[in-house]
Structure formats: structure tokens, C-alpha cells
């Protein structure tokens, strides 16, 4: 792949008006951001003012970003992910998403879980970050051209959200996985049109609505597979060269859901050449779930079937798959969870990916905030079988296949849950929560 090695400073698409930013300092979490439009080519004397006007205290506004973070991700279902849970782990951010269908389908933002659980995390000092979720990839589901009648639904879905989540929430990410929430016939044609639009209205709308600044900052959401060749196109490009054309965009979300190091290492070789300096990346989503799918039609260790086959009802023939199934029937023991997975070479020899590509991301300089799989929930453990995928084995919290008498600290995940801890950084501990964040 070429990689494009224009990293000026461009206009932004669709006339939207410009705001400025300035990084300040060596640490690459503190940066400056100041809420004025971009100048005209007016008189030297209106040129002075705009400077005086803008350096004024009453219109700026300081905000340390979040810078090498590292918190919890629940997507849609926030069961169980609470204060208490987030403290043991000492994440002080969290991320969720919204369906937009169930907006657009007249659901009020304020109810739907996801938020409300992000909204109630926030005024209990908590960064959260929120991402926007269109579905296009059901069938006879299209994507909007921007023009059209359904753009206006969507919008106005979007709206919705923002009267209740704007200047609360710390991160907004327009979109969720886009392009595997499209068409594969639709990702070179009307992916980016559409989330450009939406990107704007989101935009013009928070710069209406906050015209003194707004706390809210504002990213374009996850890339993902970007470790198969198949899904590098045009259009991820373009994804890229939008955020860096866009002043009010600070940044894009990556989701390496991989197979290795080694796949998950594609995901920055292809965005950090590619992504204008003063840009940073999220990673909301990312695990060795495609690893651990692959693992589900061998037979259990011989080990643990040594150890437990009377207790389980287990043999030699047992399959990954089947005894997830059992654990999420009958959960086990904390130990027998763990002596599972350290018996398995497929998890004990990669036991600290998690870990490792966290280290990864900050050392870039340029990670935001990277979050990772905070709880198990019902779906991932509802109709287990050789083919569904196991999420469940990436969740920091695994109440659905341990014993849990719902009294006292929930059960652990094998290591990662001691990696996660083990990255806390005191810097991170506490979210900056500015009254004013930048434009």
C-alpha cells in the first residue's frame, strides 16, 4: 500500500467553519484548545481583534485530553458495570453505544440503557465515551444518501441523542464499526457520504447549541480488519483523510478484534502513517477472539480432564466449545476457570495480549483511550455452539461461567483481569471534566 505522506494542514469539507487547535508541552497528553473561528482575510485591525478576542480567558478553554487511558467497554449492555466493578479494576473510563434504530423507532435517549448507565458513571467522575450505531447491514437495510428523505430520519435520530448526551458525555464517536455495519457493495459508494453528512450535522449542531464551547469531544468511529488486504480500500482511506480534513475531529477509533500480535500490529502500521500529527486514535474494541474461534472444535486439555473429568463429567473427547457451553449451564469454580485456560496452550501462550498491546498504543504517543471487555453478558453465553463466536473468554469479569453467590467481588478473568490493574497509571485516575472543552 502507498502510504500517503501529505500530513498539511487542509480546509474541511463542506464548508463547516474551522477551529484551531495548538498542542502544548512534550507530554502528549496536554494539549490546548481554543474555541474561535477560523479568520478571514479581513483588515489587519479586525485580524487584531479575533487575536485579542480569542486569547481572552472567557473564550478559551484549557482541557488536558485523555492521553494513553486505559478503561471498560460494555457496548450495548451495561449489566453489572458499575462504580464498584470500575474501581476494583481502577478504569476511570468506560464506553457503550447506541442502536440508533431504536432512536429513530421513537426510544427515548434518556431510557435507553447504554446512556443512561454512562450518563449516571459521568456524574459519579467517570470519562465516557459514547458511540453512534447504524445498523445498514441487515437485510433490504440501505445506507441514506445525505440528500434524501431517510437522511432526514437518521438525523433526526441523531439529534435525539445529542440533546441528551452533548456536553455530558466526554467522547462521541460517530459510528460504530461502520464498514461491517454496511453492504459490502455499498462501502465504496455510500458509506463515506453518509458518515461525512452525519459528521457534519453533528458538527454544525454542537457548534449551535455550544457556541462558548462544549465538553463533548468528537471522533470518527472504529475501522476494523484492517490485518485483511480485502478490506483495505478507497473508502478506509478516505475515512482517514476525512478525519484529518476536519479541524473539529479529533481523532478515529480502531478495532482490532485479531488473531495475533502480529494482525493487531496492521491496525497502526496502516492508520499512524496516514493520520495527521495532532490527531489521535481510540481503540474502543479490541481482543483475540478470532484466535480463540478457531480453537473451539479441539479437544479440553488432557490435564484438566485429568483433574476435573469426574467433578464436570468431562472426557478426553470434550470439546472448547462444549465445555464453554457447560460453564455458562453450570459455572465452575474460580479455579477451575483459570486451571482451564492455563492448561490451554491456545490462551496460556498468549495469556498477555491484552496487556502487550496496550503498552503498544501508548508508546505511540498518540492513543487517546484504549478500552477493553468489562463484563460477560447473556448473549455471549445464549446458544453455545461450535460456531458462535466466544466472546465470552475476553471479558475482564466472567459472572455467567463462575461461581457467583452475588455477594462480594465478582469473579476474574485468568491474568487479564491482574493485567488491567497492573496497568493503572495515576495520571489516568481521575478525568479532567472541563466546563468548557474545545471547538
Not at 239 to 246: D, H, L
Not at 299 to 318: H, M, N, Q, S, W
Not at 320 to 345: G, H, I, Y
Request: aromatic share 8%.
Amino acid at each position: 500500500m502507498e502510504i500517503n505522506q501529505d500530513t498539511g494542514d487542509r480546509p474541511a469539507r463542506g464548508g463547516n467553519p474551522i477551529s484551531r487547535r495548538w498542542l502544548l508541552g512534550a507530554s502528549a497528553g496536554a494539549f490546548l484548545a481554543v474555541g474561535c473561528k477560523e479568520e478571514g482575510q479581513g483588515s489587519q485591525e479586525d485580524s487584531a481583534k479575533k487575536t485579542k478576542a480569542a486569547d481572552a480567558p472567557q473564550n478559551r478553554a484549557e482541557v488536558v485530553g485523555p492521553s494513553g487511558v486505559l478503561g471498560a467497554n460494555f457496548n450495548e449492555d451495561p449489566t453489572r458495570v458499575d462504580k464498584t466493578v470500575l474501581n476494583a479494576l481502577g478504569a476511570t473510563w468506560v464506553r457503550g453505544f447506541v442502536l440508533m434504530d431504536t432512536i429513530k423507532d421513537g426510544a427515548d435517549p434518556s431510557q435507553q440503557r447504554a446512556i443512561r448507565r454512562l450518563l449516571e458513571l459521568r456524574e459519579q467522575g467517570f470519562g465516557t465515551i459514547l458511540a453512534l450505531k447504524f445498523q445498514f447491514s441487515k437485510e433490504n437495510q440501505t445506507v441514506p444518501s445525505p440528500t434524501g428523505e431517510e437522511m432526514k430520519a437518521e438525523l433526526a435520530a441523531v439529534d435525539e441523542v445529542l440533546k441528551t448526551v452533548l456536553d455530558k458525555v466526554d467522547i462521541l464517536t460517530v459510528g460504530n464499526e461502520p464498514f461491517l455495519e454496511t453492504h459490502k457493495e455499498e462501502r465504496l459508494t455510500k458509506l463515506n457520504p453518509f458518515y461525512q453528512g452525519v459528521a457534519k450535522h453533528v458538527i454544525a449542531y454542537r457548534e449551535k447549541q455550544f457556541p462558548d464551547g462544549c465538553r463533548t469531544h468528537l471522533y470518527m468511529g472504529a475501522l476494523n480488519h484492517l490485518d485483511d488486504p480485502q478490506m483495505i480500500s478507497d473508502a478506509t482511506r478516505d475515512w482517514i483523510e476525512f478525519v484529518n480534513e476536519t479541524p473539529q475531529l479529533e481523532g478515529l477509533d480502531i478495532h482490532p478484534h485479531v488473531t495475533s500480535a502480529q494482525a493487531a500490529q496492521k491496525y497502526l502500521d496502516y492508520v499512524l502513517p496516514r493520520l495527521d500529527d495532532g490527531k489521535k486514535f481510540l481503540v474502543t474494541e479490541f481482543s483475540l477472539v478470532n484466535h480463540y474461534e478457531k480453537q473451539m472444535t479441539r479437544a479440553i486439555p488432557a490435564d484438566f480432564v485429568d483433574a476435573y473429568g469426574k467433578d464436570l463429567d468431562i472426557t478426553r473427547e470434550t470439546k472448547v466449545w462444549q465445555l464453554l457451553k457447560l460453564a455458562a449451564e453450570q459455572p465452575f469454580t474460580q479455579k477451575q476457570w483459570n486451571d482451564f485456560l492455563r492448561m490451554s496452550p491456545w490462551f496460556e501462550s498468549r495469556k498477555h495480549f491484552m496487556r502487550d498491546e496496550v503498552r503498544k498504543y501508548r508508546e505511540t504517543g498518540k492513543l487517546a483511550v484504549a478500552t477493553y471487555g468489562a463484563m460477560q453478558g447473556k448473549a455471549m453465553v445464549t446458544g453455545i455452539d461450535k460456531d458462535k463466536k466466544p466472546w465470552m473468554l475476553n471479558s475482564l469479569y466472567v459472572p455467567l461461567t463462575v461461581q457467583y453467590d452475588g455477594g462480594g467481588e465478582l469473579p476474574h478473568n485468568y491474568t487479564v483481569f491482574d493485567d488491567f490493574t497492573s496497568l493503572r497509571r495515576e495520571q489516568d485516575r481521575v478525568p479532567v471534566h472541563p466546563t468548557k472543552a474545545c471547538m
